[in-house]
């Protein structure tokens, strides 16, 4: 069945309006510049041990929500982990609501096969965030041991140390959940402060 010139244009106006209305539903969604999450996911993607941490801002220190690692043992195929570590993730994010997530910067590894293993526990985390509709930051690592640490090139159990004291934790988290935790951290200050640089979002 035709249409009239005037029914085509209608329709076209018609069209045009909902392009326009999802654009700005869109925009209404993004985050806007200088928005503090209440509830912040850090992950510091691995292979066979992603590490991950849920805090909430609070005085006089941040409320830990969950940590932990998800453990994949060697015997496992790279698929089975990368599925682990995705609905892990979306427990995580489930039981706890966090708004943003903060993931370890990428790094350029000496080895390929290192690096593209790394990217693929990464996408995984990115997917599970993603789909919950978080905003996604990245931090570089030696950004992440100056503002917990002030020292850059600070070792693993440093960082682990400065976490369970600025978090009040009972007992010293594991180190790949205390990295996990220090991004979330790093994020709070940036929130609470001023940053020099903007984060992007990913």
Not at 38 to 44: E, H, K, R, S
Request: charge should be positive; aromatic fraction near 4%; proline fraction near 5%.
């Amino acid at each position: 069945m035709g249409i009239s010139p005037k029914q085509f244009s209608e329709l076209q106006q018609r069209t045009v309006g909902n392009r326009k209305a999802a654009v700005r539903n869109a925009d209404a969604s993004r985050e806007s510049p200088g928005q503090v999450h209440q509830i912040i996911l850090g992950v510091d993607p691995s292979l066979r041990g992603t590490g991950y941490g849920v805090i909430q801002l609070a005085r006089p220190f941040p409320k830990t929500l969950a940590q932990g690692t998800i453990k994949c043992p060697v015997t496992w195929e790279h698929s089975r982990c990368l599925v682990s570590i995705a609905s892990t993730l979306r427990e995580v994010i489930a039981k706890t609501a966090p708004t943003v997530c903060i993931v370890e910067g990428i790094f350029f590894a000496q080895n390929l096969k290192t690096a593209i293993v790394m990217g693929q526990a990464r996408g995984a985390a990115l997917v599970a965030a993603g789909e919950a509709g978080l905003t996604i930051y990245e931090i570089a690592t030696r950004k992440v041991k100056q503002a917990i640490v002030g020292y850059g090139a600070a070792q693993k159990s440093a960082v682990a140390r400065m976490v369970q004291r600025m978090l009040n934790l009972s007992k010293l988290p594991e180190p790949d959940a205390a990295d996990a935790l220090a991004l979330a951290l790093t994020h709070a200050q940036g929130s609470n402060g001023v940053r020099v640089k903007p984060l992007k979002a990913i």
